[in-house]
């Protein structure tokens, strides 16, 4: 069974059955409702992904009742079944918002190409909230870390900066890139190192990093060139494909943008092995480089 749920309507029960039937055919969960004053509360129950529903027993009620569906829920996708002596209401219902009409007799194939339309929609729009979720989150961390190094980061010790603040951004990182590997490494250009001094997800006591020079490694190489990189596989990259350092990373993509205060480079954070098995795309790239 499919994880896409779609929620029906239609007073007539043949066409109840039939939708359900050809949408169970399609491997699709289905909830039907048994009165239309059902549909608002099956949606905040079960979110279906898409809604088809004969709203011509309102009569003059129709338009209201589709206008509160798409008020209280606005990127779900409604489908209305539109009978056959009434056509006339296919171009009320478009400008009252509907996804799509589709006229009875049902025929199959329209229905199952207007609920697939449907549902792809969905996908969208929830992967496109996602994503607005995950820019407020790095926008707020910015926030926080500008406030922060204003005001405290330049007291930091540089191996230890013990700092709950730095860590629930780091936090909120692995969270926003589903990442197991989040770190950030200080830099002590007097001695010409860097240091991990904080890191989040699946990581060793930051004790056990050694001291890297800048300039080696992919952190060093991003503390001297002052530029986030993106690397989709670390395998087919010329800067890094021969790096001794490319085996601690689990998978193959990250990312590593440099922290700049006054100017200069005083960290760099580092994003590598995704939990789920895609690398890094070009649009967590613009994210992790706004924070």
Known sequence: MSQYTVLVYDSEFFYST?????????????????????????????????????????????????GMIKKNFPTLPVISIVSSDKK?????????????????????????????????????KREEIER???????????????????????????????????????DSIVIAFDAEKVSLSWLDREKGKYYVVACAGYCMDIKL????????GIVGYVANTKEAIYVPDISMDERFKTSPFKDQYKSS?????PVILNNEVVAIVSVSDRKIPKPYSEEDFILFKSF
């Open 18 to 66: 039939y939708i359900e039937d050809v949408l169970h055919g399609e491997r699709y969960r289905v909830i039907k409702a048994s009165i239309i004053n059902e549909i608002p509360e099956l949606i905040k129950n079960a979110s279906p992904y898409v809604v088809l529903c004969d709203v011509s027993e309102l009569n003059d009620g129709d338009l209201e009742f589709l």
């Open 88 to 124: 006339e209401s296919v171009v009320r219902y478009i400008k009252a918002g509907v996804f799509d009409c589709i006229e009875k007799p049902i025929i199959k194939e329209e229905l199952i190409l207007s609920v697939r339309k449907a549902i792809e929609f969905t996908i969208y």
């Open 132 to 170: 607005v979720s995950k820019i407020k989150k790095i926008v707020k961390g910015t926030e926080t870390l500008i406030q922060a190094s204003r005001k405290r980061l330049p007291k930091l010790p540089l191996k230890y900066p013990g700092s709950m603040l730095i860590q629930s951004i780091l």
């Open 209 to 216: 990093f050694k001291p890297r020079s800048i300039g080696e």
């Open 253 to 257: 993509s990250f990312m590593c943008g």
